[in-house]
Nanobody
Framework: VQLVESGGGLVQAGGSLRLSCAAS????????MAWYRQAYEKERELVAH???????YYADSVKGRFTISRDTAKNTVYLQMNSLKPEDTADYYC???????????????WGQGTQVTVSP
């Protein structure tokens, strides 16, 4: 399973970006999908998470500004980021919890990351 992110870039504070992450390969079932981010010299943190039934979770720092969604048919997860702040500057990574068969364990795949830079 491969994950490819897109949509990162440079934006001014207050602006918006939409990240996409498409999964491809030998996919049987993708359960939860999520977005993480890692800023310079900081630990990686969970930004948003969407379960297989659509339940969502957001970090307090992005609640009300970011929206996670997924297109199950396309094996794609999105992150709509509005009212961006300089502190949102980071590399953003998507993850997918993949199950290779009905009785297999779930393995988490990571994308390569996409850079988001928010200027003051």
């Amino acid at each position: 399973v491969q994950l490819v992110e897109s949509g990162g870039g440079l934006v001014q504070a207050g602006g918006s970006l939409r990240l996409s992450c498409a999964a491809s390969g030998s996919i049987f079932k993708i359960n939860a999908m999520a977005w993480y981010r890692q800023a310079y010299e900081k630990e990686r943190e969970l930004v948003a998470h969407v379960s297989s039934n659509g339940d969502t979770y957001y970090a307090d720092s992005v609640k009300g500004r970011f929206t996670i969604s997924r297109d199950t048919a396309k094996n794609t997860v999105y992150l709509q980021m509005n009212s961006l702040k300089p502190e949102d500057t980071a590399d953003y990574y998507c993850t997918a919890d993949h199950q290779a068969s009905p009785h297999s364990v779930v393995f988490t795949y990571w994308g390569q990351g996409t850079q988001v830079t928010v200027s003051p």
